[in-house]
């Protein structure tokens, strides 16, 4: 059901909000991790370093889809929380139109493109026939991941974070035993993670069809449907663009990188294909309580009350440090058990170790850099958080590229330029909002390198 969040007191709004969220996406990275484990497993090595190879890919298009969809829900949520449900609905169509095309064609290209892809990232010969294939078979059914996350983000607009969750939980589970049924019963190995993964979005879309023709009467548009209003495309554009290259630039600075790690050995890209997998779990909660957080800001700025955009922003932050610290000491603690979830290799498991307690310890930093994100993207200030996260990329890119080609690090460079990555997109927002503190900000890169000396230390 909608969700009015111009009212009513704005943590319990915000984790509200913020739970159904996390709950969704853990269901969903929970059936990512179960096509990499179940590969590690019973197929091999060779065929858990091509999942990993291609996750930093799909990642790509998938969020670069989702900040379409997040785009759109800004202009949505302002119309919802100013009231205006006929803009909105002509704002619902045009999107849908228009996202549709535009999913059909870049699924197409990247069908078509997908060899290309691999010999560009410098993917090792041994595993790039597997690649193709999985990749193929993943873009062949982007355009249900779309339609989903369109839905999702536009029941997230109107404040319900919670009924996209039940559809995603089905999704996740069907795709957990199809995944075993392909590769273990039918042996279709990789072919058949692909093709579970597939369906499973397939079906999600039609559980959140079949509820919103029942039960949420304003999407309920029939013919409305048709309706492309060329006045809200430039607006609609203008917000989408930014938000969806931002969204992709993170896994497409994943992509880079991945080229730098395609050079160590199918040990190091197969650590860093699972440790990318427990990132994503880590993750996920801090980027949902920016979206939340963003949902929240586009009401409450269409309602033009501007003391709770204030208060909500402080609040979410607040959220975002206190679960940055929990899942540092979870992860760092528990790295090795973590690992032999994956695979039984013992050099994959000690270079995977390594880079999960470096990678940890950076945790914070992520969660703060969501929450001043989600505060303004929701105030529609898209080009700002594009810029600060194509900061964070090019210097974490150009930071490993040092490291690896010029001092020789191997799989530890990878965590080490994500922490140069991210302390330019501190300062880079920093100065966005004119409150440069460089002495808090070289005090925190203190406390990180002492951590990193810590973590160094412990491997040993």
Known sequence: M???????????????????????NLFQLTYNAADSIIVGKFVGADALAAVGTSNPIVTMAILFINGLCMGASVIMGNLFGAKDYKTLKREISTTMI????????????????????????????????????YLRIIFCGQVFTFIYNFYSSTLRAMGDSKNPLYFLILSSVLNVVGDLFFVICLKWDIAGCAISTVLSEALCCIFCGIYIKKKVKLLCLGKEWFVFDKSLVKKT???????????????????????????MGTSAIAAIAAVNRIDDFAYTPQQNIGHATTAF????????????????????????IIYGFGIMAVCFIFSRPIMRMFTDHDDVIAQGVTYLKL???MYVMPGITNGI????????EMKITLLSSTVNIVTRCIGAAILIFGFGMNIEAVPWGQFIGLVCKCIDYERERNQCDIVSLIAFMFYCLTLYFVACCGEG
């Open 98 to 133: 228009a996202g549709l095309i535009f999913s059909l064609v870049f699924s197409a290209v990247c069908v078509i493109g997908a060899p290309l892809i691999f010999n560009v990232i410098h993917t090792p010969d041994e595993i790039k026939p597997l690649g193709i294939t």
């Open 2 to 24: 909608a969700k009015d969040m111009t009212e009513g007191r704005i943590t319990p709004l915000l984790l509200e909000f913020t739970i159904p969220l996390v709950l969704g």
């Open 237 to 263: 554009i203008s917000y989408c663009w930014a938000t969806a290259v931002q969204q992709a630039i993170i896994p497409l600075g994943k992509v880079v990188m991945q080229s730098m790690v395609n050079t």
């Open 297 to 320: 800001m586009a009401q409450n700025d269409g309602a033009k009350k501007m003391d709770r955009v204030k208060k909500g922003f402080k609040e979410g932050m607040v959220l975002e």
């Open 373 to 380: 994100q989600g505060f303004f993207r929701g105030m529609g």
């Open 359 to 361: 990678i940890s310890l």
